[in-house]
């Protein structure tokens, strides 16, 4: 098949042999720059056409992606304007595709007043292929999603660079690997000379559509002034997305802010939302600024009741403070450390203020710590084992992490589901309701979970070797990178759930329910099946 590459081709498919196409009389080249074949067409909007190729050029004909820029206007001045932008706009692109995570750029040239842009091709599922398969995420998965995203904002942003397009659709599982790729930078913003930056009015003729995709985009990012916060409030949206499985277009709106409504569609612990709240300001001033702060936010969660604990202790022996810990949102520097009005006294007033808001806007963003008493933060007492009290010297005895059968149940029943990092190896929890629960990275080797509800739980990089989760109801629950070496999973419910990386060897699956449940064959290669396994396809037996 020989392809058309005229932008206003209305038929652009030709038979391998025509010079012309048929419908629109253009010039067919067999080969676009001499060296790569279009395939097919994957995509086209405002900007042109995205295609698959092959480069002919290398060994093996590898296979990329090749975006046409089209400019609005063939005038001659503004078509130099473009071609200006398309150099500027490739050089950024090349600079930043030194990444892992996001594709590089190949090539780039001009052809017949079109502007060509060469890069490698990702091959697997976008989140929003995803999530019209298998469903909508957990909290788990989306607190996966954003340890991956995140970094990747800030190495992006650090580049001086601004997304503009993050969206479901932009977020490509990379089957090779099974890492996260972010793709399609065709509305990237250079932010690398602020005086261009802030002169556009020239470039809007040409970069106007540019802008992102409606409900993804903040306001400031729709009225052409996007600045770094313009991506986090891309990714909260993206997140919603995730959690829910609609899109923007599908919620409604508060008309007297203009939020977006979408708390009743979830159902996350109340720190996440907070945090979800905060990306979604509406106004910039009131959004997280950069990566950095939501991952500072998602990080102090396990240590904000301890914190204002210590704080609020601290508060009432000023004395004994030499430092303190601050939030610029909440309160002003202090002249004097060792005064009533000190910033620990007043931290310890700001996060009582704070957690009485029945509209919290997120918490433990810009938080640090200074001064010796608050050099490290330490994990508060509901996060198991006895904590012991700070000696008058300052000095703090050391916390075990080691909890019984009672207590977890206990704690569980009274509305905790934190167990991070806990020793729950050997315990007997057989039948336990543990729904939602967080066990990550806990060491849970040898116990016994058989018949226990754990639906939606997180039990990302956990140990649980040799566990019996005999018929578990473990639906949706978070496994990746979880060691399952030897564990007895006959009959458990593994629907939906995230195997992504888990050490499936020896591990005894038995008559489990892995429909749609996300393991590769190598993984299930490793482990125990037979004829009563239903494999993620939903067939009993055969993949």
């Known amino acids: 098949m020989s392809y058309c590459l005229n932008p206003d081709c209305p038929k652009p498919k030709n038979p391998e042999s025509a010079q012309e196409c048929l419908a629109c009389g253009s010039k067919l080249s ?22 698959l190729a092959r480069d002919l050029s290398l ?58 842009l060469v890069q490698e091709y990702v091959k697997g599922y976008n989140f929003q292929q995803e999530i019209k398969k298998n469903g909508p995420m957990s909290e788990a998965g989306v607190r996966q999603f954003l340890s991956e995203i995140l970094p990747l904002l800030q190495y992006i942003h650090s580049q001086q660079v601004i997304h503009r397009d993050i969206k479901p659709a932009n977020l490509i599982r990379r089957e090779e690997d099974r890492k996260l790729v972010l793709i ?26 540019a802008v992102g995709t409606p409900g993804f985009a903040p306001p400031e990012q729709m009225m052409m002034r996007p600045v770094y916060a313009s991506d986090v409030y891309a990714v909260g949206v993206t997140c919603v997305y995730l959690l829910t499985g609609k899109s923007p277009k599908d919620l409604n709106y508060n008309p007297s802010t203009g939020e977006m409504v979408w708390q009743q569609y979830v159902h996350v612990s109340d720190h996440f939302a907070n ?5 979604l300001e509406v106004s910039v001033r009131d959004r997280y600024q950069s990566a950095d702060e939501v991952l500072r936010a998602l990080d102090l969660e396990p240590y904000l009741d301890s914190l204002a604990q210590g704080m609020i202790t601290s508060a009432n022996n000023p004395g004994k403070s030499k430092g303190g ?82 207590t977890v149940l206990t704690s569980y029943q009274k509305g905790r589901r934190d167990f991070t990092d806990q020793n729950l190896s050997l315990l007997n929890l057989q039948e336990a309701n543990l729904s939602k629960g967080i066990f990550h990275q806990s060491k849970l080797t ?8 754990l639906t939606n739980a997180d039990f990302g990089k956990a140990n649980l070797t040799n566990a019996n989760l005999r018929d578990a109801n473990l639906g949706r629950a978070y496994l990746s990178y979880t060691n399952l070496e030897g564990a007895d999973l006959r009959g458990a419910d593994l629907s939906f759930a995230y195997l992504n990386y888990a050490n499936l060897k020896n591990t005894n699956l038995c008559g489990a329910n892995l429909t749609n449940a996300k393991v590769t064959e190598e993984q299930l290669a490793q482990a125990k099946t037979n004829w009563t396994t239903i494999m993620p396809n939903g067939k009993r037996g055969f993949w």
Not at 446 to 453: C, E
């Open 59 to 116: 060994p093996g004909n590898p296979s990329c992606v090749i975006k046409q820029l089209r400019p609005n206007t063939t005038a001659p001045h503004m078509l130099q304007m473009a071609r200006e932008l398309f150099n500027r706009e490739a050089e950024t692109l090349g600079r930043i595709g030194n990444h892992p995570q996001v594709p590089r750029l190949l090539d780039y040239f001009e052809d017949n007043q079109q502007f060509y």
């Open 30 to 51: 067999l080969l676009l720059s001499g060296r790569y074949r279009v395939i097919r067409i994957l995509g086209q909007g405002g900007f042109g056409k995205t295609f």
């Open 184 to 209: 399609d930078f065709g509305a990237v913003k250079n932010q690398v000379d602020p005086v261009a930056a802030a002169n556009t009015s020239d470039q809007t003729a040409l970069t106007g559509f």
């Open 446 to 453: 040898k116990v016994n979970l058989a018949g226990a509800n």
């Open 325 to 406: 810990v601050f939030d610029s949102g909440d309160f002003d520097a202090p002249s004097s450390p060792s005064s009533p009005t000190s910033a620990t006294a007043k931290l310890a007033m700001a996060i009582k203020k704070r957690k009485s808001r029945q509209n919290n806007t997120g918490v433990g963003n810009n938080l640090y710590t200074s001064g010796a008493s608050f050099g490290r933060l330490t994990p508060p007492s509901n996060m198991g084992g006895n904590q012991s009290p700070r000696s008058s010297s300052g000095s703090k005895k050391r916390i075990s992490n080691r909890m019984d059968a009672q």
């Open 275 to 279: 945090v979800l709240r905060k990306m």
